[in-house]
T-cell receptor, first 113, second 112 residues
Framework: EAQVTQNPRYLITVTGKKLTVTCSQNMNHEYMSWYRQDPGLGLRQIYY???????DKGDVPEGYKVSRKEKRNFPLILESPSPNQTSLYFC????????????FGEGSRLTVL | GEDVEQSLFLSVREGDSSVINCTYTDSSSTYLYWYKQEPGAGLQLLTYIFSNMDMKQDQRLTVLLNKKDKHLSLRIADTQTGDSAIYFCAESMVNYGQNFVFGPGTRLSVLP
């Protein structure tokens, strides 16, 4: 089954404790992206990647890192999480090309105390 | 980045039509999309329209595109309680390497 898989789905952590949210897709998609969703703000893009070893900042990259060493994986790293990073995070992927549908993972709800 | 704007809330009665509006800013956008997010779930593609089209119909859904005004709308006919969700407008932007930009989402509430 074609899917985007995120882990963990839920996480409560404390300020400053490094964490990684993994994202994996099995559709051989070139493009992958991370978003955060906050009430009233919709989806804001954190980072995106057009292909392996190519990453770019989105609208809200501060406090996050990403890497794209393999096509299928695009982990989101919070080196020193802070409470303002408490949010619902979505990973998404698509084929390159204008009409490619963006496929979303089920979301990872992160709480930073 | 470019902005996509939507009103945040819409309430309709079951059986009525719903119209969700969106404005976007990038005239080079090639495709415009509507995504639906049900409670506790990720986003799923509802429909999309190519920028050289004015209208697209798919069962109860009608998408209208006014490229001159950069205005996109989604009409849901005979709205049902199962249509209650958040609806996101998005554009795929040529000038940003086909990157997606989403609006803030419109929360549709369907009242019995």
């Amino acid at each position: 089954e074609a899917q985007v898989t995120q882990n963990p789905r839920y996480l409560i952590t404390v300020t400053g404790k490094k964490l990684t949210v993994t994202c994996s897709q099995n559709m051989n998609h070139e493009y992958m992206s991370w978003y955060r969703q906050d009430p009233g703000l919709g989806l804001r893009q954190i980072y995106y990647s057009m292909n392996v070893e190519v990453t770019d900042k989105g609208d809200v990259p501060e406090g996050y890192k990403v890497s794209r060493k393999e096509k299928r994986n695009f982990p989101l790293i919070l080196e020193s999480p802070s409470p303002n990073q408490t949010s619902l995070y979505f990973c998404a992927s698509r084929l390159q090309g204008a009409s490619g549908e963006l496929f979303f993972g089920e979301g990872s709800r992160l709480t930073v105390l | 980045g470019e902005d996509v704007e939507q009103s945040l809330f819409l309430s309709v009665r079951e059986g009525d039509s719903s119209v969700i509006n969106c404005t976007y800013t990038d005239s080079s956008s090639t495709y415009l999309y509507w995504y639906k997010q049900e409670p506790g779930a990720g986003l799923q593609l509802l429909t999309y329209i190519f920028s050289n089209m004015d209208m697209k119909q798919d069962q109860r859904l009608t998408v209208l595109l006014n490229k001159k005004d950069k205005h996109l709308s989604l009409r849901i006919a005979d709205t049902q309680t199962g249509d209650s969700a958040i609806y996101f407008c998005a554009e795929s932007m040529v000038n940003y390497g086909q990157n997606f930009v989403f609006g803030p989402g419109t929360r549709l509430s369907v009242l019995p």
